[in-house]
């Protein structure tokens, strides 16, 4: 394995980790600000957007999150990536609601900037799911 393909590995688990953690800044920083996700239902929409999302309105409790992502494929191309997944997520809302689990693939385009990589492009294809 090459240090890119580990480095990004060790991308998707601190991404992994850092929303367990609930850490959003954490997230963030493993983005480029140029960042572009694309999710099913919704128009394209970057880092600010995306922040907004996970961020709780002040003094809402926290959803807990758990999740498992699947590295099935990664390609390093110079100073770009584009990496295939299988993600499972569950979304635990505060005080004890029904779960809910989304699982599906996401295809990933990831840069290379004053050599650490950063998310660019991800395109998310999860659905909702029976826990």
């Known amino acids: ?9 060790e991308l ?3 991404w992994m980790s850092a929303t367990e953690a609930g850490d959003v800044d954490g997230v ?19 880092k600010q957007k995306f922040a907004e999302m996970s961020r709780p309105a002040p003094g809402a409790p926290k959803p807990q ?3 498992h992502s699947e ?5 390093v ?3 770009w990536a584009f990496m ?6 569950e979304v635990i809302p505060p005080g004890g609601g029904k779960t809910i689990k989304r699982a599906g693939h996401t295809f990933s385009v990831l840069r290379k900037s004053a050599g ?3 998310l660019a492009r991800d395109a998310n294809l999860l659905t909702t799911v029976d826990p």
């Not at 090459?2 to 590995?9: G, P």
């Not at 590295?71 to 390609?75: D, P």
């Not at 295939?84 to 997520?89: K, Y």
């Open 77 to 79: 191309l110079g100073d």
């Open 12 to 14: 998707v688990a601190t």
């Open 84 to 89: 295939r997944s299988r993600l499972v997520v």
């Open 116 to 118: 650490r990589w950063q």
């Open 71 to 75: 590295i099935q494929e990664i390609q």
């Open 65 to 67: 999150f758990k999740g």
């Open 28 to 46: 963030l920083a493993l983005m480029a600000d140029d960042v572009v996700f694309l999710v099913p239902g919704q128009p394209p929409f970057g």
């Open 1 to 9: 394995m090459s240090a890119d393909e580990q480095q990004i590995r």
